[in-house]
């Protein structure tokens, strides 16, 4: 890069971020609304592009956060902000021949990103999608039975002590987990039943043996659910600015003890909020 682009990068970044001091005012205004009912500890709130390129799933690798769009993977410090790498082409052309324009909720194992792919609105192709973490460019897919899994793919994770990648059979009423072997081709292990249903997760994470579920229900809460019996129950609700849209979730870790970290997009869509709650 020479000194001029250098120059011309540094002042494009300050003008930039001049312009989205309002919006995020803005937005910051918006959420102090719900304050009173909110349960997050803390926030990081991101306004603009970058809030569409954090607007689908998120994961942690216990260093890194990586976050989905509909169509792009990135990968950022720990602060949320700071962009390490980029994937804005993520989904491969002979996955968009298939139909499939959305990426979901996804879950860090291994080295790999797991992530749910769909052909939104037509159902016809659930697809896990394995990213490399460090390239962030999709090194496997699985086209699962679209029997099975009846709408769509918008969310995974993976068990870490077990290597079990976990989805569910429906994007919006789900009555079971659906369970694969990752080290086994994707092999189906087993369904659970669900005792209740917790309408519309987005994106889910195991911490200390459970599962943990975030929905954008009425108050966007987060559910606890045992993988072995399928009970579930509700861990918080997020009770986000009305217009909002709970995304996905994962968990880092702070002092040694767990903190579960969730996403939802503002009421205008301008701006994303990474949140800490109490796990």
């Not at 077990?162 to 009423?173: E, I, Q, V």
């Amino acid at each position: 890069m020479s000194s001029f682009e250098f120059i011309l990068n540094k002042v494009l970044t300050v003008i930039l971020a001049v312009i989205l001091i309002p919006f995020s005012l803005l937005t910051h205004g918006i959420d102090l609304i719900s304050q009173g009912s909110r349960t997050d500890e803390a926030k990081t709130n991101v306004v603009g592009i970058g809030a569409y390129f954090r607007s689908q799933g998120i994961a942690c690798d216990g260093e890194s956060f990586y976050f989905s769009s509909k169509t792009t993977l990135i990968k950022t410090d720990s602060d949320a902000r700071t962009v390490t790498n980029a994937n804005y082409s993520a989904i491969p052309e002979e996955l968009k021949e298939l139909g499939i324009a959305h990426i979901g909720g996804m879950s860090f194992y291994n080295g790999y990103i797991y992530a749910g792919l769909e052909d939104s609105k037509v159902w016809d192709y659930p697809i896990i999608g394995v990213y490399d973490a460090e390239t962030l460019e999709l090194v496997d897919y699985y086209i699962m039975d679209a029997e099975q899994i009846t709408r769509g793919m918008p969310w995974v994770t993976v068990d870490s002590e077990t290597g079990y990648l976990y989805c569910a059979d429906h994007s919006k009423n789900p009555t079971k987990l659906l369970v694969y072997d990752t080290a086994n081709e994707m092999a189906f292990v087993k369904e659970v039943a669900l005792q209740s249903v917790p309408y519309a997760i987005q994106g889910a994470e195991f911490n200390g043996g459970i599962l943990y579920a975030a929905t954008n229900d009425d108050t966007q809460a987060i559910y606890k659910i045992n993988p072995e019996n399928g009970a579930v129950e509700k861990h918080l609700d997020r009770n986000l600015t009305g217009g909002s849209e709970g995304e996905g979730m994962t968990f880092i870790e702070k002092d040694g003890k767990p903190v579960l970290v969730a996403m939802d997009m503002g009421p205008l869509f301008i701006n994303a909020f990474v949140r800490e709650y109490n796990a």
